[in-house]
């Protein structure tokens, strides 16, 4: 069994990312050197910063869970986003990867059936 435990995100100055969430979210931190830190989240969960260079930075890509693919699907075109990854299935379920008008790439995922 595998437990979902760490994000890791990159950052123009970990530091001052690890700041803003312990300031907004009051989240404890842990640093590994000047470039890494951990951001303690909720039950073991961590979100970690690393130092990148300005070109390096690009953002996570997040995950829907819907209750209907295919309805989540039409709406993402019906409302001007683009499917970047066709559904397909995995261990879990079902997903695809779309892009919103404004430029980033997301994700929607529904749970398989039992």
Do not use: C, K
Request: hydrophobic share 45%; net charge negative.
């Amino acid at each position: 069994m595998a437990t979902f435990t760490t994000v890791e995100l990159s950052s123009t100055d970990a530091a001052a990312s690890a700041a803003f969430m312990s300031e907004v979210f009051d989240y404890g931190n842990t640093f590994y050197g000047d470039a890494y830190v951990d951001v303690h989240a909720n039950d073991g969960f961590t979100v970690a910063f690393e130092t990148v260079a300005d070109q390096e930075v690009r953002p996570p890509l997040a995950i829907f869970q819907v209750d209907d693919l295919d309805a989540t699907q039409a709406a993402v075109v019906a409302a001007g986003g683009a499917i970047t990854v066709e559904q397909f299935d995995f261990p879990g379920g079902r997903r695809f990867q779309f892009r919103e008008p404004g430029g980033n790439e997301l994700s929607a995922w529904v749970a398989a059936a039992h």
